[in-house]
């Protein structure tokens, strides 16, 4: 694995951007993932759409190897931990929970509907709608009309994508993060989330995730603003 080394622009910490969606904040040795989307494959399955099984557990095998790279104290979700409502797939993610020694903290997003009893029960500490430390906000969309404040932003929501060209006309949308001068966006940790292809402005860098490394694809991105999601 190559993960990216970052200084957000206005955050003033150091940030390690990994290849399966990660940022590993280094001052707090905190890790920050988004939109996990867990039990979305069985909640299609239950309305008659036959969605491949397992994308749920390959998740928490990734989110496993992330957290054993780093180390993190603390894991926050920043949002759409779990797609809708209870199913089946619960019960992997709270043994998941059960093997991890780290804190384990969900600021809850617009897909997390289950009671808050589940998340504690699970061990997840559950914040409000955003974290503050040392000045800068954790939220679940930080681009938002609802995200309010002046310091810089980190959050999910948008399931950013990247469109990159090779030779012949070759195509290829890869998950990204968007570093801009006020906040940044995750690319959702979740597996075949599908992406919103993002339209970069001059003041934001983009940094495409393959599957062994984060590439700074700053200016070589092409400005497709269309929903696939």
């Not at 390959?58 to 779990?82: K, N, Q």
């Not at 992997?92 to 009671?115: I, K, M, Y």
């Not at 998340?119 to 009309?145: F, K, M, N, S, W």
Request: glycine content about 10%; aromatic content about 8%; proline content about 6%.
């Amino acid at each position: 694995m190559l993960p990216y080394d970052v200084q957000l622009h206005s955050a003033g910490g150091r940030f390690t951007m990994h290849p399966f969606g990660g940022l590993y904040w280094h001052e707090r040795n905190w890790l920050l993932v988004a939109d996990l989307h867990l039990g979305k494959a069985a909640h299609f399955r239950k309305a008659g759409v036959p969605l491949r099984e397992g994308d749920d557990q390959s998740t928490l095998d990734r989110l496993t190897r992330v957290m054993d790279h780093f180390s993190p104290d603390r894991l926050l979700i920043l949002g759409d931990l779990f797609h809708s409502d209870l199913n089946r797939s619960w019960d992997g993610f709270v043994a998941w929970c059960r093997s991890r020694s780290e804190e384990l903290h969900l600021v809850p997003g617009n897909h997390d509907r289950l009671s808050e009893r589940r998340y504690r029960d699970a061990g997840l500490r559950v914040q409000q709608e955003q974290v503050v430390e040392d000045g800068i906000t954790l939220c679940h969309d930080p681009v938002g009309t609802n995200s309010a404040g002046d310091g810089y932003r980190i959050g999910g929501h948008v399931h950013p994508g990247v469109v990159l060209t090779g030779t012949g006309q070759q195509r290829i949308t890869l998950p990204c993060f968007v570093v801009g001068s006020r906040s940044t966006l995750l690319p959702a940790f979740g597996l075949r989330q599908g992406l919103f292809r993002v339209r970069p402005t001059p003041l934001q860098r983009i940094f495409a995730c393959t599957p062994t490394s984060v590439l700074d694809v700053t200016g070589v991105s092409i400005p497709i603003g269309s929903r696939t999601r």
